[in-house]
T-cell receptor, first 115, second 111 residues
């Protein structure tokens, strides 16, 4: 079956622009995670959704970052007034249920470059 | 001190050898530990998870956990060139959904 998909795969933004990154999790998956991965680093947790509820947003680096999952399926990560330090790969992952130890399935990521 | 520490490598091993990857963590209440493999330009994929002290084997992979020493390792037996990748250690503190990843160890298996 289809895995996690993300779009766009690549995004170039000018500093100060707003961007929206989309994640389509595996159908029926309850849990959805967003991560930011800078070059040469491991993924850093941004936020977690269980269905439509955002249960943890402690990793969002500033109030310029906003995520939503209004119908409990597709999620959007929005970054306002992008800065150069926002350049990274943004990974989305989903898992079947709400148990914390379940396997996360990662999407291919969106590579964001802010000029 | 970082919450999850890994040697960035590269760790080079000859084909057929055992590769040993190590990870230490600082949070004593962490309950769940994971090893992910990430090929260059690709997304992470789960190799192993381990929750109890001791060894857990899956094919050529063995994860070892020592909670007293706050140490988790991954052994890859009969290493193949296709195992060349970055291996990420991840820790999940108890009662949270906030996975904490290390920076990864780059493994090179030389043919």
């Amino acid at each position: 079956g289809a895995g996690v998909s993300q779009s766009p795969r690549y995004k170039v933004a000018k500093r100060g622009q707003d961007v929206a990154l989309r994640c389509d999790p595996i159908s029926g998956h309850v849990s959805l995670f967003w991560y930011q991965q800078a070059l040469g680093q491991g993924p850093e947790f941004l936020t977690y959704f269980q269905n439509e509820a955002q249960l943890d947003k402690s990793g969002l680096p500033s109030d310029r970052f906003f995520a939503e999952r209004p119908e409990g399926s597709v999620s959007t990560l929005k970054i306002q007034r992008t800065q150069q330090e926002d350049s990274a790969v943004y990974l989305c992952a989903s898992s079947p249920g709400a148990q914390t130890q379940e396997t996360q399935y990662f999407g291919p990521g969106t590579r964001l470059l802010v000029l | 001190q970082k919450e999850v520490e890994q040697n960035s490598g590269p760790l080079s091993v000859p084909e057929g050898a055992i590769a040993s990857l190590n990870c230490t963590y600082s949070d004593r209440v962490s309950q769940s530990f994971f090893w992910y493999r990430q090929y260059s330009g690709k997304s992470p994929e789960l190799i192993m998870s381990i929750y109890s002290n001791g060894d857990k084997e899956d094919g050529r992979f063995t994860a070892q956990l020592n909670k007293a020493s706050q140490y988790v390792s991954l052994l890859i037996r009969d290493s193949q060139p296709s195992d060349s990748a970055t291996y990420l250690c991840a820790v999940l503190p108890s009662g949270t959904y906030k996975y904490i990843f290390g920076t990864g160890t780059r493994l090179k298996v030389l043919a």
